[in-house]
């Protein structure tokens, strides 16, 4: 491999783009109000998630800045680009600057409330990196949060509205998979754990378990609520969904509990094909109801 290649595939390596997958978020509004027919409907929320992804990547790159010292002493994290020493901080920071203000430029020629949504989760992702990463629990609230951001920014980029209970299910989602993440990283680096992240000195294994189990209840309960009145003049056939929702969610516990996953959940998504299908077979499902069904 070239020199010029190596290079490329560390800064790719850099931006995360197995991380990508979490701005998919982007695309619920499209699906969830009937556009997804619609071609230009379709390329807003292309170009929408083609900004979250870049930045996500900035925010990626100045954290990993930030972080070095701490993901070196992480039996993962000390593999990144810049916690290795393949990349310089300031350089780092430069790219993340230059990504940053391009996303920008794009999301106000998309509209000034996608601009505001993405300007939002700078902000948002910039006071978690300084500040409320460290704090307990309101840094799991936090991260959820961001992903309740990528959600509303799909709708606001069509300008079309988005069920309340959509967000709710999604902040819940996401709280239950950054729960399952400190989860991992206190169950691994135990002892090593607070010099890692400031924020798990106040947590235990036990009490991340019963935060898991709170929040995978929510989560079905807040679901199943959103089926039965997604659309109160048809039938709720959405409520079919629901087993495969409950199901996706105990195989993730499985996987957090009995199987030691966790840590990355894009790859426990990826990687085990149970979760995979049920996914799969959720979307699938849901998209023949909504298009194919009583409208």
Same mark, same amino acid.
């Given at each position: 491999m070239g020199s010029s290649s190596k290079t490329l595939l560390i800064w790719l390596t850099a931006l995360r783009p197995r991380q990508w997958?979490? %701005?998919?978020?982007?695309?619920? +509004?499209?699906?969830? @109000?009937? %556009?997804?027919? %619609?071609?230009?409907?379709?390329? &807003?929320?292309?170009?929408?998630f083609a900004v979250l992804c870049a930045l996500a990547s900035s925010a990626y790159l100045i954290n990993d800045a930030a972080d070095a010292p701490r993901d070196r002493l992480h039996p #993962?994290?000390?593999r990144r680009p810049i916690a290795a020493g393949l990349i310089a901080p300031a350089t780092a920071v &430069?790219?993340?600057? $230059?990504?940053?203000? +391009? $996303?920008?430029? !794009?999301?106000?020629?998309?509209?000034?409330?996608?601009?505001?949504? +993405? #300007? @939002?989760?700078?902000?948002?992702?910039?006071?978690?990196?300084?500040?409320?990463k460290h704090v307990t629990i309101v840094d799991l609230f936090t991260v959820a949060t961001g992903f309740v951001l990528r959600a509303a920014a799909g709708a606001v980029v069509l300008q079309v509205l988005i069920s309340p209970w959509l967000l709710l299910c999604t902040f819940l989602g996401a709280l239950f998979i950054v729960t399952a993440k400190r989860r991992h990283e206190l169950a691994t680096l *135990?002892? +090593?754990?607070?010099?890692?992240?400031? @924020?798990l000195s106040a947590m235990s294994v036990p009490?991340?378990? *019963? /935060? /898991?189990?709170?929040?995978?209840?929510?989560?079905?309960?807040?679901?199943?609520?959103? =089926?039965?009145?997604?659309?109160?003049? &048809?039938?709720?056939?959405?409520?079919?969904?629901?087993?495969?929702?409950?199901?996706?969610?105990?195989?993730?516990?499985?996987? !957090?509990r009995v199987g030691g996953l966790g840590g990355s959940p894009e790859e426990a998504l990826l990687g085990d094909r149970p979760l995979l299908i049920t996914v799969?077979?959720?979307? =699938?499902? @849901?998209?023949?109801i909504l298009y194919l069904g009583p409208r």
């Open positions: 997958i979490k %701005n998919g978020l982007v695309f619920v +509004g499209l699906v969830f @109000s009937l %556009n997804l027919t %619609n071609p230009p409907a379709v390329w &807003r929320a292309v170009v929408a #993962l994290k000390a &430069r790219v993340a600057g $230059a990504l940053l203000l +391009g $996303a920008l430029a !794009v999301a106000a020629a998309l509209g000034w409330g996608f601009f505001l949504v +993405g #300007l @939002s989760y700078i902000v948002l992702t910039a006071v978690y990196t300084l500040w409320l *135990e002892d +090593g754990a607070m010099a890692h992240r400031a @924020s009490f991340l378990d *019963e /935060m /898991m189990l709170i929040t995978a209840a929510c989560s079905i309960v807040v679901y199943s609520l959103y =089926t039965f009145s997604e659309r109160p003049d &048809r039938p709720p056939l959405l409520m079919l969904t629901i087993p495969l929702v409950i199901y996706g969610i105990f195989r993730y516990l499985y996987l !957090v799969a077979l959720w979307a =699938t499902l @849901s998209a023949a």
